[in-house]
């Protein structure tokens, strides 16, 4: 045989794991990988794959083994083994977005987004949610952007705490600005914290003139949650 011919030649690749799959692995891992980000419950894994229980239970093991596949949590099934393929990241309907943090409720988190929201309110007398949406983007205080859903979320948490008022504007006065009986919010007599805020607080946030702000995350080592100077500007 020729050295060209030779070279044509398609050699198989025994550096994937997947090449060295059985038959049963190969089913459960085109189960699970079918689903992407949205990973799969065991159970459904099982009614899809045809297989029985211990032949599953093998192939996963085998699996998460060759790190083809891992063991993700789903903060509305906790208690269910859910499982996706390693090449994908977990969807928000999984990890629950931004209000959670490895599979748990970030407390912490979403009260610094509650006391950033109070105060703008508290900046702005009246508010509409856009205004307050608007109002987030501009200040900078959070480097996550949050849906319409998670405004609502929030502002619906801060009327409950009666830190906001829920009005509909009556087109004067503080409501001129706002179209007749358009939803609005307005700091409760307490304010946006719970102690007066400092007139100017939004234009002292420490995040302003921060070093490090391009690498601030959530969940980064650089977060609001560990700064010292936001927690202080946050007691305000």
Known sequence: MSRSSALKRKLPDSSSPSESLTEHEKIVYS????KQDMGIWTRDMK????????????????????????????????????????????????TGGDW??????????ITCVKDGFAK?????????????SDEVKKSGIF?????????????????????????????????????????????????????????????SIPCGVCPRISQCTPDGIISPRTCVYFTKWLDF
């Open 143 to 203: 480097k996550t952007s949050f849906t319409k859903q998670q405004i609502e979320e929030i502002l619906r948490v801060l009327v409950l705490d009666k830190r906001v008022t829920e009005v509909k504007s009556t087109g004067m006065g503080e409501f001129g600005s706002f179209p007749v009986g358009k939803i609005c919010y307005k700091s409760t007599s307490r304010g946006g914290s719970k102690r007066e805020p400092k007139v100017g607080a939004m234009a």
């Open 47 to 94: 009614k899809e794959a045809n297989l029985p229980d211990n032949l599953v239970g093998k192939s996963i093991k085998s699996l998460q083994a060759k790190n083809l596949i891992k063991e993700v949590v789903n903060v509305q099934s906790k208690g269910r083994k859910h499982y996706m393929a390693a090449e994908f990241e977990p969807s928000k309907e999984l």
């Open 100 to 109: 959670y943090s490895n599979g748990t409720l970030d407390k912490y988190y």
């Open 120 to 132: 703008i309110i508290y900046q702005l007398k009246v508010a509409t949610l856009e205004g307050i």
């Open 31 to 34: 189960v699970i990988r079918s």
